[in-house]
């Protein structure tokens, strides 16, 4: 699986984005979907997961309640929705694909190539 995301930039805190992750490859739909990301000097850290069928979703105290991940396995799509973001919410952005249920980095075998987001205060 190859993963190209997009839909990063700049917005002011309080603002909303839409993240989107196009996937190659004919097996998206039997893996599992996540959205990682990292600051300047931190590590990768989870944002949300997303099974395989899309009814079972799995965020990270930080973006519950703003952040909604979603998939359209007939489009090879998985999409994260940003609202109220903060400047803490600043990073680059990762989707990642998994053979099985995790929210672990190491699990992920597939990364796209990141889009950066910039909240501004």
């Known amino acids: 699986v190859q993963l190209q995301a997009s839909g990063g930039g700049l917005v002011q805190a309080g603002g909303s984005l839409r993240l989107s992750c196009v996937a190659s490859g004919r097996t998206f739909s039997s893996y599992y979907m996540g959205w990682f990301r990292q600051a300047p000097g931190k590590e990768r850290e989870f944002v949300a997961a997303?099974?395989?069928?899309?009814?079972?979703?799995t965020y990270s105290d930080s973006v519950k309640g703003r952040f909604t991940i979603s998939r359209d396995n007939a489009k090879n799509m998985v999409y994260l929705q940003m609202n109220s973001l903060k400047p803490e919410d600043t990073a680059v952005y990762y989707c990642?694909?998994?053979?099985?249920?995790?929210?672990?980095?190491?699990?992920?075998?597939?990364w796209g190539q990141g889009t950066l987001v910039t909240v501004s205060s």
């Open positions: 990642a694909a998994s053979p099985r249920e995790s929210l672990y980095v190491p699990n992920y075998a597939f």
């Open positions: 997303i099974m395989w069928s899309g009814g079972t979703t």
